[in-house]
């Protein structure tokens, strides 16, 4: 990992532990505001921590790197856009997809990972 990456990836977590710390649920209650900025920090904790070796594993892929720091950014601007600092899901209907040649399910499976935002990337790896 370059410097200029490790510095990007440790702005952000800086920024993650700051907004946690400045976080107010929008129902304005005190318990949701504490539940929310555990949430937060947990959340940030745990995917640091499986992203950690990305750097070390693949040091020439800065590919990945990079997706990791676009998640973590988009994931940022849509909790402090929405006022809610869990991930929004999306709602595809099975089978909902066009499927590509009449393949059925696997396809559909396929379609569907590849449809997925890259918000949510690593969301189901870790709940």
């Keep these: 990992m370059t410097t200029a990456t490790r510095q990007e990836v440790l702005g952000?977590?800086?920024?993650?532990?700051?907004?946690?710390?400045?976080?107010?649920?929008?129902?304005?209650?005190t318990e949701d505001?504490?539940?929310?900025?555990?949430?937060?920090?947990?959340e940030a904790r745990t995917l640091f921590q499986k992203n950690k070796n990305v750097s070390v594993q693949l040091l020439t892929d800065t590919d990945l790197i990079k997706q990791c720091i676009d998640e973590c950014t988009a994931r940022i601007e849509i909790g402090l856009h929405y006022q809610i600092p869990y991930p929004r899901p999306i709602?595809?209907?099975?089978?909902?997809?066009?499927?590509?040649?009449g393949r059925g399910?696997?396809?559909?499976?396929?379609?569907r990972k590849l449809s997925k935002p890259i918000y949510l990337k690593s969301h189901d790896e870790v709940s």
Aim: hydrophobic residues 35%; proline residues 7%.
């Design 105 to 111: 399910l696997r396809s559909q499976e396929k379609l």
């Design 91 to 101: 709602h595809l209907p099975p089978m909902g997809l066009t499927p590509l040649r």
């Design 33 to 42: 505001t504490i539940k929310e900025k555990q949430y937060i920090l947990n």
């Design 12 to 29: 952000l977590y800086r920024s993650i532990f700051r907004l946690a710390r400045k976080w107010q649920a929008a129902s304005g209650q």
